[in-house]
């Protein structure tokens, strides 16, 4: 049965995401600390029998708006409900108006049917595209 809660960095959760469950890369998991380690950010974490099987971090924009800044979901989890439970949770914990996030090109099915409207941002660096995607919360 999974279970999804809030951590802090310095829980077992986030050491083993930190670690190497998600992400192989220096530049990715650089990016993901800066993320985690803002004192405005919340991180909430999936887990099933102790194994984090996804994880998200979000900002609180506005008092109206969260920016959902990270989303990662291991990749023998995927669609298993994982990262929409994520999103629940926070959406849950945090109480806004509104969820904003920049979704890359491989993610904007999920996005658009857990309800998100999105909107073609452009090529990122690497010359993918980006998506900006908002969802009302109902």
Do not use: W
Not at 59 to 74: E, N, Q, Y
Not at 75 to 80: M, Q, V
């Amino acid at each position: 049965m999974s279970e999804v809660k809030k951590i802090l960095t310095d829980s077992p959760e986030f050491l083993e995401i930190e670690k190497e469950l998600f992400f192989k890369g220096e530049e990715t998991l650089s990016l993901i600390e800066h993320f985690c380690r803002s004192e405005s950010s919340s991180i909430y974490a999936s887990t099933e029998d102790g194994i984090v099987t996804g994880f998200c971090v979000t900002d609180p924009s506005t008092g109206d708006v969260m920016h959902l800044l990270f989303i990662g979901v291991h990749r023998d989890y995927r669609k298993s409900g994982v990262a929409s439970a994520l999103i629940n949770a926070a959406i849950a914990d945090q109480k806004p108006k509104a969820v904003v996030a920049e979704v890359p090109q491989n993610s904007l099915d999920f996005f658009t049917k857990f309800g998100f409207y999105a909107v073609d941002f452009g090529e990122d660096l690497s010359g993918k595209n980006v998506y900006y995607a908002t969802y009302r919360v109902r």
